[in-house]
């Protein structure tokens, strides 16, 4: 089994920053990708960052590209999600994900990870 463990949300200005945090626990070395998802309200889930847990390779959606960096420590199971130019429209529940699944792209659909954090608020006031 996995656990993961966000933290690092908070309320922030329109043009902050923010960095969220995952902390992985359990079976981390099964660990291939970790990801980023969020939820605004009324809305679906929507991939935001991934990050290939051997190679540190990387992946982001159009909206959050070039705003946003998605890194990882592997020494301390932790990935990490900083958030800069900040937008209201980035205000949702972020969540980590991740899967044990070897695939060679990416993943941006929810249903392809198994292991999800409770979730962090993110919101962005104008």
């Known amino acids: 089994q996995l656990q993961l463990v ?7 200005q329109a ?9 992985a626990s359990g079976r981390t070395f099964s660990i291939v990708d ?3 998802f969020r939820q605004a309200p009324g809305k679906e889930r929507e991939f935001v960052a991934a990050i290939r847990r051997s190679t540190g390779s990387t992946y982001y959606s159009d909206s959050v590209k ?4 998605i890194s990882r420590d592997n020494a301390n199971n932790i990935v990490y999600l900083q958030m800069n130019s ?23 659909q929810s249903s392809a990870y198994d292991y999800w954090g409770q979730g962090t608020q993110v919101t962005v006031s104008s």
Do not use: I, Q
């Open 6 to 12: 966000e933290s690092g949300g908070g309320l922030v």
């Open 86 to 108: 900040l937008k209201p429209e980035d205000t949702a529940v972020y969540y980590c994900a991740a899967r044990m699944n070897y695939a060679r792209a990416f993943a941006v």
């Open 15 to 23: 043009g902050g920053s923010l960095r969220l945090s995952c902390a």
């Open 66 to 69: 070039a705003r946003f960096t």
């Open 34 to 36: 970790m990801v980023w």
